[in-house]
């Protein structure tokens, strides 16, 4: 079984500039997520999607991030514009389902794109 | 709110020896509590969950951890460590939000196997 895809692994950028991530979920998978690990730090949830919808946002620094996902399939997550602060590896993650009830599906990880904001 | 604190940012242990990795949660429900693993420029593996029933739960590469309710704890462990361990470690717990679960990570626990 294929895990989660992550491109590109590394990128480079200057501030200001934009930039985008993609993820490819494991094949199945209902519920994807967007972490950021900041160095020295556990991963934060940025964002989680149920199929195409998405059921917290609230970590999203929606004034320069954003994401889609828009056939509840493959996922973008986009940084536009950049800070320095922003520097960090951001991790994909995909589980199989999450019910109102809340079931603990295991989240698999991607190995995740390293962001270097000079 | 619910938040997990990991007791050492960097633990040693030689090769052989036991491993002991520190996870203390906060949370105003039962939890559902997590170890991961991260090796260099990899995403994170899960090494051992715990939802309900027995508190001591065995996961892969050898590791177990006990859930210890009065303690709020959650510690990780291993006999004998292996230099294939060396990796970095995370304890998360997990949290209900909007109706779905989200986990709430540690800060993580770098552990170094020397021979």
Redesign the interface.
């Known amino acids: 079984e294929a895990g989660v895809a992550q491109s590109p692994r590394y990128k480079i950028i200057e501030k200001r500039q934009s930039v985008a991530f993609w993820c490819n979920p494991i094949s199945g998978h209902a519920t994807l997520y967007w972490y950021q690990q900041i160095l020295g730090q556990g991963p934060k949830l940025l964002i989680q999607f149920q199929n195409n919808g998405v059921v917290d946002d609230s970590q999203l620094p929606k004034d320069r991030f954003s994401a889609e996902r828009l056939k509840g399939v493959d996922s973008t997550l986009k940084i536009q514009p950049a800070k320095l602060e922003d520097s960090a590896v951001y991790l994909c993650a995909s589980s199989l389902f999450q019910t109102l009830t809340g079931s603990q599906e295991t989240q698999y990880f991607g190995p995740g794109t390293r962001l270097l904001v000079l | 709110a619910q938040s997990?604190t990991q007791l050492g940012?960097h633990v040693s242990v030689s090769e052989g020896a036991l491993v002991l990795l520190r996870c203390n949660y906060s949370s105003s429900v039962p939890p559902?509590l997590f170890w991961?693993v991260q090796y260099p420029?990899?995403?994170?593996?899960?090494l051992l969950?715990y939802?309900t029933g027995a508190t001591l739960v065995k996961g892969i590469n050898g590791f177990e951890a006990e859930f210890k309710k009065s303690e709020t704890s959650f510690h990780l462990t291993k006999p004998s460590a292996h230099m294939s361990d060396a990796a970095e470690y995370?304890c998360?717990v997990?949290v209900?939000?909007?109706?779905?679960?989200?986990?709430i990570?540690?800060?993580?626990t770098r552990l170094a196997v020397h021979p």
């Open positions: 997990v940012s559902y991961y420029n990899q995403g994170l593996q899960l969950k939802t995370f998360a997990s209900r939000s909007g109706g779905y679960n989200k986990l990570f540690g800060a993580g």
